[in-house]
């Protein structure tokens, strides 16, 4: 039997580091570096940080209503979402990486694994249809699909600055 009392930080512990590696991967980048394309199709490397930050907080606080609610507008950046997302300077994002972790990591901190399983009803600002696409989710999914998709796009990021000379995250 598992003891449903530890935090949950105890079973994220890579999360941190990743952050941390993130955060001194993007920290020196100049603006003219954050403009390089990921690829010949594909976002910028500053795009591609903001999709990352609009991510965590769409589904920490859109969702499970986790971190200050000053954080709403971090949303709005990811270029997935915003034709015309401002660009921002490194400065910038890595403050943001850190507001957003900070809200992930005091999540973590409080939750247990008893936490898990609580279910999630899709929030009311998204439309009828993305709300029948996503459905309920559960804690344990968001989660997951949160540091997936982190480390999705981290591989991204890794290959984008190599490609330029720059150091990546792995």
Known sequence: ??????????????????QHRLVEIIAPLSSEQLAFPASSHQWTIGMLVQHILGNRVWWFQG???EGNPDLAPIMQLDPGDNETPPRLAAAELVVGLE?????IDQA????????LGQVFSPP??????E?????????????WYVLQHEIH???EL?????????????
């Open 1 to 18: 039997m598992t003891d449903q009392s530890l935090p949950l930080t105890t079973f994220y512990e890579g999360w941190a580091t990743y």
């Open 63 to 65: 969702w499970m209503s």
């Open 99 to 103: 507001d957003t972790w900070r809200m």
């Open 108 to 115: 973590l901190a409080r939750w247990t694994s008893a936490d």
């Open 124 to 129: 009311a600002f998204l439309s009828e249809g």
């Open 131 to 143: 709300k029948n696409y996503f459905g309920e989710r559960t804690r344990q999914g968001i989660i």
């Open 153 to 155: 796009h981290g591989g």
């Open 158 to 170: 890794s290959l984008a600055l190599g490609a330029y000379g720059l150091a990546g995250i792995y």
